[in-house]
C-alpha cells in the first residue's frame, strides 16, 4: 500500500476542473487524480497535462453511477489506504435558452450535482485520512436562489440541526413539484441550477457538522466555494475569470495546511468566508 498521499478531483478533464488538476499537481505532495465518466477524454487531459510537465494519473469516475463511484472507492482503499484530499467539482447546467421542459431539467441536474456529489461522499467522505480536506464545489448561485425561496424553506436550508434526509426529502420535493407545475407555489426559485447549489451547500455544513462529532481531533475540514464566474464551457464567453483564477479559492481550501482549524462548514469565494 502506498504512503504517498492523494488528492481526487471529481469531473476533471476540462473547465475549472482541470485548472484545479493543474494547481494540484503544482502544490500538493503526493499524486493528483484526474476523473472523468468518458476515459478518452480523461486520458486526453492528462497528457495535454503531461505536455506542461506535469504528472497527473487517471482513473474514470461517472458520478452518475453508483458502481463507478465504488470502484473508485476501492481503488483508493487498496491502493492508498484512504483519500487526503477530495474535490467535488463534477456538475452540469443547462444553458439559459435550452428549451427542455424545465421538470426534466430540474431531475437531471440534481440528478448530479446534487445527488451525484451526495454519492460520491456517502463512499468517499469514511476514507478520508486525519487532517483530510474536502471541497465540494458550489456557486454563489445557491445565495441568490436561496433569497428567491419562501421564508418557510429559507429557515430549512439555514437550520443548523437540518439532517441528510431531511435534505433528500426537500430536494425531492422539488423535483416533484416542478412535475406538478407548482414549484412556484410551493415557494422553490425558477433555477433548477441555483436549487442543485442550495442542496451542495447545505450538504456541506451537515457534512462538516457530522465530521466535528463523529470524528474529533482528526482535523478534517469541508467547505463548500463558489469559484466564480468562470470562462468555461458552461458558464460561457463572456464571464470574467479564468479556468485557473476560478480554481484558485477551491485549491486554497484543498491545501488549507495541517495547523488550521477553519473554515470548516463555511461557503467560501474569493478565499473569504460568505454568509449563508
Known sequence: MSEVPVAVVTGSNKGIGLAIVRA????????????????????????????????????????????????????????????????????????????????????????????????????LLPLMKPY????????????????????????????????????????????????KGVHQKEGWPNTAYGVSKIGVTVLSRIQARQLRERRPGEHILLNACCPGWVRTDMAGPKATKSPDEGAETPVYLALLPSSADAPHGQFVSNKTVRAW
Open 24 to 123: 494540484l499537481c503544482k502544490q500538493f505532495p503526493g499524486d493528483v487524480y484526474l476523473t472523468s465518466r468518458d476515459p478518452g477524454r480523461g486520458q486526453a487531459a492528462v497528457e495535454l497535462l503531461r505536455q506542461e510537465g506535469l504528472r497527473p494519473l487517471f482513473h474514470q469516475l461517472d458520478i452518475d453511477d453508483p458502481r463507478s463511484i465504488r470502484a473508485l472507492r476501492d481503488f483508493l482503499q487498496e491502493k492508498y489506504g484512504g483519500l487526503n484530499v477530495l474535490v467535488n467539482n463534477a456538475g452540469i447546467a443547462f444553458k439559459v435558452q435550452d428549451t427542455t421542459p424545465f421538470a426534466v431539467q430540474a431531475e437531471v441536474t440534481l440528478k448530479t450535482n446534487f445527488f451525484g456529489t451526495m454519492n460520491v461522499c456517502t463512499e
Open 132 to 179: 483530510g480536506r474536502v471541497v465540494n464545489v458550489s456557486s454563489m448561485v445557491s445565495s441568490s436562489a436561496l433569497g428567491g425561496c419562501s421564508q418557510e424553506l429559507q429557515q430549512k436550508f439555514r437550520s443548523d440541526a437540518i439532517t441528510e434526509e431531511e435534505l433528500v426529502q426537500l430536494m425531492t420535493k422539488f423535483v416533484e413539484d416542478t412535475k
